[in-house]
């Protein structure tokens, strides 16, 4: 069993800046695939990035060039970078664990389904 928690959620304006990260346990931590997703009121949960086993990174449209993911194995932590925050990037933020060592280019196209495991949250709320 992998526990996924999440930090770093907050408020910001307008174009500032957060940095979320989220703390893994047990010890496949760097064979996994780990994604971030949001969850606004009323909608769908949606992926906002994710990045494979080999570090190959992938990013929803309405977060390119403005979040980067990454990892750090040996603190068994993925971290979502998230720059030129928008009201629209309001949300909960989840970070998920995926079994997989698929990284192929669609791989954005695999639904919150097939992730294996959830962290339980974090609200970031951004003001116009």
């Known amino acids: 069993q992998v526990q996924l928690v999440e930090s770093g959620g907050g408020q910001r304006q307008a174009g500032g800046s957060l940095r979320l990260s989220c703390a893994a346990s047990g010890r496949a931590f760097s064979s996994y695939a780990m994604g971030w997703f949001r969850q606004a009121p009323g909608k769908e949960r949606d992926v906002v990035a994710a990045?494979?086993?080999?570090?190959?990174?992938y990013y929803a449209d309405s977060v390119k060039g403005r979040f980067t993911i990454s990892r750090d194995n040996a603190k068994n932590t993925v971290y979502l970078q998230m720059n030129s925050l928008k009201p629209e990037d309001t949300a909960v933020y989840y970070c998920a664990a995926d079994r997989t060592y698929y990284s192929g280019s669609d791989y954005l196209e695999r639904g919150s389904d097939e992730y294996d495991y959830w962290g339980q949250g974090t609200q970031v709320t951004v003001s116009s």
């Open positions: 990045i494979t086993w080999n570090r190959n990174t």
